[in-house]
């Protein structure tokens, strides 16, 4: 028989509890928080849905790798391992251990960056753009225009804009591009997946200006599935194969490996130019470490060589994106605005649709990530004006280009009674938007403000 319940692939072997909270606890906790759910702590905090970044459960396997850790200064095991599985999955020569994704991001943007540069994404993830940025260059995001309408089918909504990259790179000049970064999947523009088609197109228009081609490969694996069922002439190619093919079409990968190489700390940078490679390793070895761990312990490197293996098991992938989509589409038939289709690793509410009534200068984003908290202790986070606005030179705010939240979903670790919570909680929420109030910032930082800012309610 043909089971229509798709099962969590994996039996619960250790568990850690949590703590329930009632409404008043939350109210409370949610005022000394200044209304930012960064400052909230994760002990009052029911389903944690603030990010899928380092909050995986590792398996049994990783778990035994961890004992197995080569704690060695110089040349362990475990970098060897990691280093085997980083160059058997991209294809490239020089791999560089960090201890997460924006550490190896500082370093090839710190090096390419600088005054003048210009760099161009499908879109930015907020690390990046503001290494970049750190760096003096400018970061400018041409995702397809389909990406910007939340309601929209599109098997493809990650894919870059190559009319635009064409033309960005005339007008630059091609010396002046620091590099064009495809963002796999494409986390802050929903977690939309990138066709290979795009990727390719992408590849050739940089191959053509001698431009360098970089992939910021965070879920590559997750984008892998949606290229297997959605892009002609790839069913009958494994989901590592389509993660290599992708890889060999560009010049460097940045990875976070805290997604989807199932680890809680982790990153590489890895390389196909020596030189740069070079150039990179001197950064690396002044602020990460040697380089044959650089910021990562011999058991974490040992953690991300078994990650990145697990990752593409066929029943975990499809029970990754299936779930997803759950939690996705009960929320759409529900009459939430969700964003379509639903992508990876996250499911992202269009808060300006939800709260119509809060213009973008009072944050919908945020108001609904609190009454989330407030009403389920449900932790997300605001990918919008908070996260991406301006201001102008009058102090006005440049809003983001939608206001969303992200619900993101940790990998192995949340059951469907949990998502089931959610979904009756979301019931709660559409019953009395109405009446739901704005925000406004009381103290922010000048860097990614989000994290840190302090917000009061608007009465
Ligand atoms: C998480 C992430 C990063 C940054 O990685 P960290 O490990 O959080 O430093 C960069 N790019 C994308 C797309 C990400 O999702």
Not at 61 to 69: F, K, N, P
Not at 129 to 149: K, M, Y
Request: with cysteine; hydrophobic share 35%; net charge neutral.
């Amino acid at each position: 028989m043909k089971h229509k319940t798709i099962i969590e692939p994996f039996r619960i072997k250790s568990v850690e509890p949590i703590y329930v909270t009632t409404e008043e606890e939350r109210e409370d906790l949610l005022k000394k928080a200044h209304y930012n759910t960064f400052l909230l702590q994760s002990e009052h905090v029911i389903i944690d849905f603030l990010t899928d970044s380092g909050t995986s459960a590792m398996s049994a396997e990783q778990w035994a790798g961890i004992m197995r850790g080569d704690e060695s200064y110089a040349g362990s095991k475990s970098w060897e391992r990691m280093q085997n599985a980083v160059k058997n999955l991209t294809g490239m020569d020089y791999i560089l251990p960090t201890h997460q994704g924006r550490a190896a991001e500082r370093i090839i943007y710190g090096y390419l960056g600088g005054k003048g540069k210009t760099f161009i994404s499908n879109t930015h993830f907020d690390t990046t753009r503001a290494n970049i940025e750190f760096s003096g260059a400018e970061a400018l995001d041409i995702a397809i225009d389909e990406s910007n309408d939340t309601s929209l089918i599109h098997p493809f909504k990650g894919n870059i804009n190559t009319q635009r990259l064409k033309d960005l790179i005339l007008e630059k000049g091609a010396q002046n591009i620091g590099a064009v970064i495809l963002t796999v999947t494409n986390n802050s523009g929903g977690g939309q997946p990138v066709s290979m088609k795009n990727t390719r197109e992408v590849s050739d228009i940089c191959k053509k200006h001698k431009v360098l081609f970089l992939l910021d490969c965070c879920r590559v694996a997750e984008n892998a599935y949606f290229i297997k069922h959605r892009e002609d002439g790839f069913e009958n190619k494994t989901y590592e194969e389509i993660a290599q093919e992708m890889f060999s079409l560009t010049d460097g990968a940045v990875m976070s490996a805290k997604k989807d190489a199932l680890v809680n700390m982790g990153g590489f940078l890895a390389l196909r130019n020596k030189k740069i490679a070079q150039a990179c390793t001197n950064l690396l070895i002044i602020t990460e470490g040697f380089t044959t761990y650089g910021g990562l312990s011999g058991r974490d490197m040992e953690a991300i060589a078994i990650g990145l293996k697990e990752i593409f098991d066929p029943a975990y992938l499809r029970y990754r994106i299936k779930s997803t989509a759950y939690l996705g589409e009960h929320l759409h038939k529900m009459g939430v605005p969700v964003m379509m289709p639903i992508g990876g690793h996250a499911v992202y509410i269009d808060a300006k649709k939800l709260y119509d009534h809060i213009p973008v200068d009072q944050y919908p984003g945020q108001a609904l990530a609190c009454e989330l908290y407030l009403k389920g202790g449900i932790r997300t986070v605001e990918i919008g004006s908070v996260m991406f606005g301006k201001y102008d030179e009058n102090g006005k705010l440049i809003p983001a280009s939608m206001e969303l939240v992200r619900l993101a979903i940790p990998r192995r670790v949340y059951t469907q009674s949990h998502i089931e919570y959610v979904i009756e909680t979301f019931q709660e929420i559409l019953d009395y938007k109405q009446k739901v109030k704005g925000y406004k910032i009381v103290e922010e930082a000048k860097i990614l403000r989000h994290f840190t800012a302090h917000f009061e309610k608007i009465n």
